[in-house]
């Protein structure tokens, strides 16, 4: 790790009317971490993902990304052909639901390669060279490269739009509950792999979920979210084994023990 | 003609020929760019040509000189009734002859013969949009051409290849004008692509359904879209025009009888004319020639 940020978040609020979004959430996220963002559901989680990627314009606040050439830009004073271009370059974005980030009538190579093709590859074979060398990094068999990912199973489809995001070596991914809607098993295989590859890669992540065994699992450090306020935020194994506030207390100790 | 003839011209109001005339004169400056327009009800149904025809209202005046292609024939329905249509509320003079034509209305098919400067040739264009099947949001489509996001483009290739070992699409294929906008060439042919790029003629685009226009202005750079490893490729014919023996022009299979029987002709009706008075000869016309003697 080295010693600057690559994401400096302060004070972001965002308002829906008089309802609270989120509030005055301020951070720093280094290279290589992972960062989980936990709350029960309309504590915020998703609404400040979505501003920390530029999905949604906060109603105040800033945050900073360090490109690759070293210099922090403001996201929200970007224009947002350049905002685009991040996205789809030096960022991932993995939606809950994978029919969100896959175009479901083409073809996994396809999905996979459309990043690519995005910023101005035009060989069509080392396209899918890298297309079916990806395929097998995600536990996808190669000979399903042609097949449409309607094709797929849920957790097959997770796995290729995880794929698809990290084709163009984003330096910082955003994931919003990966693991949602999928049974423990392959859960656990995805975890499994998504935990291999940050670790391969050296990426940053921001991980929504509302399963504390999946912030266990993949985090460095987490957020702990109510009512749109951080209430509070350390290493992950110091706020599981430790909670300080009564809402974490509570959280914690409402995971079912089998 | 008096200046009082030519007040309200050609079926449209002076009005709607301006804001038309406007759209067109952005739509050359900003080549392969759409232009919205307030496309009118036209006296015939969508998909009838009624964005080309309204352009060609636009454009045309007493002295010019009319000729209309539909499937790069001049005696098919919708060529014939577009002809008529111009010859009575305009009274122009029409002709088959592309050498001799101002302007040109077409559905699918660029004329063989060489386009010269002066010319004018009007596209009728039922999907302006080429990211249409890919990107089903309008809103997202203008903002990828605003951004020259053109990635998905070749999403559409590579799935062709990936399906069929080769890039499939045989019409409306995509290209880049000027370097800079994607555009749909309107179902002509992939044939007719490479007549497209550094065109001596104006090329104008009119979608009536759609209400948009765009347009190719003279010795302008069109490219169709390709892989490096897969180039673009027009179609080619293993026999020559069975009428007038041409090899290098674009062809329409005709099926002659339900035992198989079929033959191969020039889809450019004046060209293949053309070239028949001059005495070329194809395989099936000889024998023709001949029964009637």
Known sequence: MTDTPLLKVSGVSKFYGSRIGCKDVSFDLWPGEVLAIVGESGSGKTTLLNCLSTRLMPTAGSVEYRMRDGNFRDLYHMSEAERRFLMRTDWGFVHQNPADGLRMTVSAGANVGERLMAVGDRHYGKIRETASDWLTRVEIGTDRIDDQPRAFSGGMRQRLQIARNLVTGPRLVFMDEPTGGLDVSVQARLLDLVRGLVNDLGLSAIVVTHDLAVARLLSHRMMVMKDGHVIEHGLTDRVLDDPREPYTQLLVSSILQV | ?293
């Open chain 2, 1 to 293: 003609m008096t200046d009082l003839a030519t007040y309200n011209f050609a079926y449209l109001d002076e009005q709607t020929k301006r804001m038309i005339r406007r759209a067109i004169l952005k739509a050359i400056a900003i080549p392969g760019y759409q232009v919205p327009f307030a496309s009118r009800e036209m006296p015939m149904p969508y998909g009838w040509g009624t964005g080309g025809v309204q352009v060609t209202a636009a454009i045309i005046g007493p002295e010019d000189v009319l000729k209309v292609i539909d499937q790069g024939a001049d005696d098919t329905t919708n060529a014939v009734s577009i002809r008529a249509f111009f010859q009575k509320v305009a009274n122009v003079a029409v002709t088959t002859h592309t050498k001799d034509a101002t302007i040109i209305q077409t559905r699918h098919r660029i004329p063989e013969h060489k386009l010269a400067e002066g010319q004018i040739l009007v596209y009728q264009v039922p999907i302006p949009e080429p990211l249409r099947f890919l990107e089903p949001r309008e809103t997202e489509t203008r903002k990828m051409h605003a951004l020259e996001e053109y990635g998905l483009m070749h999403v559409k290739l590579y799935e062709d290849i990936a399906h069929n070992g080769r890039i499939s699409k045989t019409y409306a294929y995509p290209v880049k004008v000027a370097g800079r906008y994607v555009m749909d060439p309107s179902p002509t042919p992939k044939f007719d692509n490479p007549k497209m790029h550094r065109s001596e003629a104006l090329q104008l685009f009119g979608a009536g359904r759609e209400k948009r226009i765009y347009a190719v202005p003279p010795y302008t750079d069109v490219v169709s879209l390709d892989f490096e490893d897969h180039p673009f490729e027009i179609q080619t014919f293993d026999k020559p025009c069975a009428l007038c023996g041409a090899g290098d022009v674009y062809l329409d299979e005709v099926v002659l009888d339900d035992k198989g029987g079929r033959m191969f002709v020039c889809s450019d009706t004046d060209n293949c004319e053309d070239r028949r008075e001059h005495g070329h000869v194809g395989a099936m016309l000889a024998p023709a020639k001949e029964a009637a003697e």
